[in-house]
């Protein structure tokens, strides 16, 4: 596709259901970053792979939370048994990971909402 | 790890006004320094980098300068306009190549 897309778009769940998120980066790059951002709150960094070198998971907030990145390309954000400060949107962004192309390219996001 | 601390938290300026956001990072080895821009409901977008060999780089309205003995750097926007407004996120990148962004500045460029 032509920029990063993210499913789904919202996502209402209830406290200590699991669910699943989506990030589709652009073709070709190799480099891949989830973010959360709290409302009105910065960009907490979660996870980032590239290529195919053990991902950087120091920014998972707990051992709910996990993610996976398959072929390279589509990756899965995973938080199980959800809590209400859960709550946040999750931003996907890929970048091609070379020198002089380190410009993140964020999807629109999930919103996710733990009632 | 990179820590990155951004201020102010907030900025209002008047319209034509220079606005200036401060950020400072922890990690010696932090050699790549972009700012996003991000609209309201809208995702964040790169305004302008700087690596850590250059001390200072512009673009037309926007300005950032590195002071890598001091750990800072800064963003410079001159002759604000109302479409200036939003939140911006300075952010570093250290060992590993992870990007740490800091905590954000909502600017407002009143009429």
């Known amino acids: 596709g032509a920029g990063v897309s993210q499913s789904p778009s919202n996502k209402v769940t209830e406290k200590g259901k699991d669910v699943e998120l989506r990030c589709d980066p652009i073709?070709?790059?190799?480099?891949l970053y989830w973010y959360r951002q709290s409302l009105g709150q910065g960009l907490e960094f979660l996870i980032y792979?590239?290529?195919?070198?053990?991902?950087?998971k120091s920014g998972l907030p707990s051992d709910r939370f996990s993610a996976e990145r398959t072929g390279g390309s589509v990756s899965t954000l995973t938080i199980q048994r959800t809590q209400q400060e859960d709550s946040a949107v999750y931003l996907c962004?890929?970048?091609?990971?070379?020198?002089?192309?380190?410009?993140?390219?964020f999807g629109s996001g999930t919103q996710l909402s733990v009632l | 790890g990179e820590n990155v601390e951004q201020h102010p938290s907030t900025l209002s300026v008047q319209e034509g006004d220079s606005a200036v956001i401060k950020c400072t990072y922890s990690?010696?080895?932090?050699?790549?320094f972009p700012w996003y821009k991000q609209e309201l409901g809208k995702r964040p977008q790169l305004i302008i980098d700087i690596r850590s060999n250059v001390g200072e780089k512009k673009d037309q309205r926007i300005a950032v300068t590195l002071n890598k003995t001091a750990k800072h750097f800064s963003l410079h926007i001159t002759e604000t306009q109302p479409e200036d407004s939003a939140v911006y996120f300075c952010?570093?990148?250290?060992?590993?190549?992870?990007?740490?962004f800091g905590t954000g500045t909502q600017l407002k460029v009143e009429l």
């Open positions: 962004a890929s970048t091609s990971g070379t020198f002089g192309g380190e410009k993140l390219f």
């Open positions: 952010a570093a990148r250290g060992g590993g190549n992870k990007l740490t």
């Open positions: 990690d010696s080895a932090s050699n790549y």
């Open positions: 073709s070709g790059h190799t480099a």
């Open positions: 792979f590239q290529g195919n070198s053990a991902p950087d």
